[in-house]
């Protein structure tokens, strides 16, 4: 019999994240192959600056979910997900997970002081917070995976507000949901953009039917940044093998 895996969790601990310069200059729109020694230089000097910077603080809950003709209902709460894309990303799932992560104003405030005074730096800036924002997602979806799998079930890819049809105007939803103002500092503008700008949203599918396509650890996007491969462990959904 299933558990019931009611879940939730809210973290302001430092969690060591890896910042790969491959991320960063693909955001910058460059290959390892072209990029130049002082292009090179200051990659390094803002990854160092980074990772002395940030927060990385997260809060997430797992939701039972409900399937309407065009949406999807969280239970025990008042949030909506609607659109073609989300309803098919989750249409083997019985459950879902809303998350959200940042990395602090501190952030916000180095990128437009670069802005001022040097902008090279400020865009390479950029792009590492970018990566580092995307590389606390992984981490974040990782733990997600093990409790899924832990309690019989997999997960899909995690999915924000504004890809597809999925609308950005329902991040004020998700950050009430989460009450993230009081958790972890996340805001949102009338215009709907998260304040800290560096910050993510995202929504991810639990389901004993959501199928596996990986094979091994290496083949997992998530690699990278796994707590358990760096622990020398597995989350052990790479030995799924539903088809």
Do not use: W
């Not at 019931?4 to 910058?28: A, F, G, Q, T, W």
């Amino acid at each position: 019999m299933k558990k019931p895996l009611d879940y939730s969790m809210i973290n302001k601990k430092h969690i060591d994240l890896v910042i790969h310069k491959n991320e960063i200059l693909r955001y910058l729109g460059y290959s390892s192959k072209n990029v130049d020694e002082v292009t090179n230089s200051i990659i390094d000097t803002c990854t160092h600056e980074i990772l002395d910077l940030i927060k990385t603080n997260f809060v997430y809950n797992i939701y039972e979910i409900k399937r309407g003709c065009n949406d999807i209902s969280l239970q025990n709460s008042n949030l909506k997900l609607v659109g073609n894309d989300i309803y098919r990303h989750l249409q083997n799932c019985e459950k879902c997970v809303v998350m959200a992560v940042t990395l602090g104003t501190e952030v916000d405030r180095r990128i437009k002081y670069y802005s001022k005074i040097d902008l090279t730096k400020s865009l390479v800036f950029d792009a590492t917070a970018t990566t580092a924002v995307e590389a606390l997602c992984d981490r974040v979806e990782v733990v997600i995976k093990r409790i899924a799998l832990n309690n019989g079930y997999n997960t899909t890819s995690r999915y924000s507000p504004g890809y597809g049809d999925l609308p950005i105007e329902i991040q004020p939803k998700i950050l009430k949901l989460l009450d993230t103002s009081k958790h972890i500092g996340l805001t949102v503008t009338d215009s709907c953009i998260l304040i800290p700008r560096k910050s993510v949203t995202a929504v991810i599918g639990i389901g004993e039917e959501v199928k596996s396509q990986l094979t091994s650890c290496e083949n997992c996007r998530l690699y990278n940044n796994c707590l358990f491969v760096k622990e020398g462990d597995s989350c052990g959904y790479s030995k799924t093998t539903k088809q």
